[in-house]
């Protein structure tokens, strides 16, 4: 019996060293994560993913998928990459054409975070033409809709385009590197008409431009640079503030950045649902809490680098301390953002619900655009859903992208990616486009 006590003990040990662990590998593939069986993946979770799931939010694990680089994107990285150059202090690129400017990244770099950091401005998300329709929400602490609203979204890519003429980039004085469009707002109804339109340059000496059109006044108004994270929350009246959008939409040159670590986390980059409502956990009702907020979609473990993003030009005005982005090792993109406030106190959590895929549903697209082919060979990045959280006040805003409230037949404008159509020209990304526009 001493024997046969001491074989098992052995075997124990054995497997104990050879088979994954529940506390150290997390959940595997087709379980679900849950608040009784949380601690068995803790570290695969960040402060707020954590949060979401201790307020009821379920996580059904799937296999890892790798999200490959279109082609085109891989040729010019070959191509281009050798010669990009990055200044002392990581804040300005030089002779950078197309593709990734640093496919390879050493976390012992001191500026292994500026180099991520323009990978993910140059990223294979960051695509020449892209856009949807947005219906956002204010939920709060109940679970009630405060207040809707909704518009398209456009966004053109002026430098380093790959796939629609003029390439690889629009001529403009001075020269720009990508622009995003937000409008004509059709709801809420007192902001019917409001448009507004945001401008990166790429010379390091010439400050981002962002114009707004309001509607009651007819006029085009260039918005002050002093405060950038509370410039869309300002107007809209929403948590969320242009240097959120797409997870980072803050101007490299006013930030620091610094690599803290490379490490696993739970995110969702193949979410597995377009258009539906039972992407969110819970009816709006008012009986759900919070957890009407949270989505409710496919997760997997990726690999992420977790950086550190310090404002650096304007922090005394800024609405965060920092910020700390999980930015995905295949694709640049931060799929998980957090924001810290003054107080260095997290303060608000960003969420976004990615479906990498060549079509989201069977009959895509319900309504084509003119010029539109959607002949996707490749998996192109469609984020169906997103949240930003307020974890102090607890409330947040929604969005869906399109609309799982409506019906397919119902939306102008699904997702599209490298398409030239008329409602997404450079023309149309011009302060004077917006003043025409609003007339």
């Known amino acids: 019996m001493h024997h046969v006590a001491q074989r098992l003990y052995l075997l124990t040990i054995v497997l104990a060293l050879y088979l994954p662990s529940r506390a150290l590998g997390g959940m595997q593939p087709g379980e679900t994560l849950t608040q009784k069986n949380m601690a068995q993946a803790a570290e695969l979770l960040t402060p707020v993913t954590q949060w979401m799931v201790e307020r009821g939010m379920p996580m059904p694990i799937i296999a890892t998928k790798k999200v490959a680089w279109p082609q085109a994107y891989q040729e010019a990285t070959a191509k281009y990459a050798g010669q990009v150059k990055l200044a002392a202090d990581g804040k300005e690129l030089y002779d950078y054409v197309a593709g990734c400017p640093f496919p390879t990244v050493d976390i012992n770099d001191p500026l292994a975070g500026f180099r991520v950091m323009w990978n993910h401005a140059q990223g294979p998300h960051n695509l020449d033409s892209m856009g949807t329709d947005l219906l956002g ?249 997103w949240v930003l959280l307020d974890l102090q006040q607890v409330h947040a805003t929604v969005v869906d992208a399109p609309s799982g409230r409506k019906k397919p037949t119902a939306w102008q404008t699904e997702w599209y990616f490298n398409e030239a159509v008329s409602t997404n020209t450079p023309t149309l990304h011009s302060p004077q486009a917006l003043q025409q526009g609003g007339r």
């Not at 629009?170 to 448009?195: D, Q, S, V």
């Open 137 to 385: 929400e204010l939920i709060n602490h109940r679970g009630e809709v405060e207040r809707t609203y909704e518009a398209p979204w456009r966004q053109l890519l002026w430098t380093g385009r790959l796939y629609v003429d003029p390439r690889p980039a629009i001529m403009h004085a001075p020269p720009i590197r990508r622009t995003n469009l937000f409008g004509p707002y059709l709801l809420p109804n007192e902001l019917k008409g409001l448009a507004v339109l945001d401008i990166r340059y790429l010379d390091s000496a010439t400050a981002d431009d962002t114009y707004a059109y309001f509607p009651e006044t007819r006029r085009v108004r260039r918005l002050s640079m002093n405060d950038r994270g509370s410039t869309l929350g300002s107007l809209l009246g929403t948590d969320y503030d242009i240097d959120s959008f797409l997870g980072f939409n803050g101007n490299i040159r006013y930030w620091q950045f610094r690599l803290l670590a490379e490490k696993e986390v739970f995110a969702v980059v193949h979410g597995g649902k377009y258009g539906d409502q039972s992407a969110w956990c819970a009816p709006r009702d008012g009986s759900h809490g919070i957890l009407a907020a949270l989505p409710c979609v496919s997760w997997e473990k990726r690999r992420v680098w977790v950086i550190e993003a310090i404002p650096n030009s304007y922090q005394d005005l800024y609405s965060y301390s920092k910020r700390v982005l999980y930015i995905d090792q295949d694709f640049f993109f931060p799929v998980i953002s957090e924001l810290y406030n003054q107080r260095g106190e997290l303060w608000k959590g960003l969420v976004h619900c990615v479906f990498y895929t060549t079509k989201p549903y069977t009959e895509y697209p319900t309504t084509p655009l003119d010029g539109a082919k959607y002949n996707y060979t490749e998996e192109q990045p469609f984020i169906p859903n």
